[in-house]
């Protein structure tokens, strides 16, 4: 039970971090100040 639930986790952490990535790429693309 607690393996599944931390190989859950992990595709949640990959899944969030594929999002905030594709976010901050639209964020540089119309404003550069945004750039991290």
Known sequence: L????LDFSISV???VFAI????NSI???????FAI
């Open 2 to 5: 607690i393996l599944l639930f």
């Open 13 to 15: 952490a990959i899944f």
């Open 20 to 23: 905030v990535i594709i976010l």
């Open 27 to 33: 964020a540089i693309d119309r404003c550069p100040v």
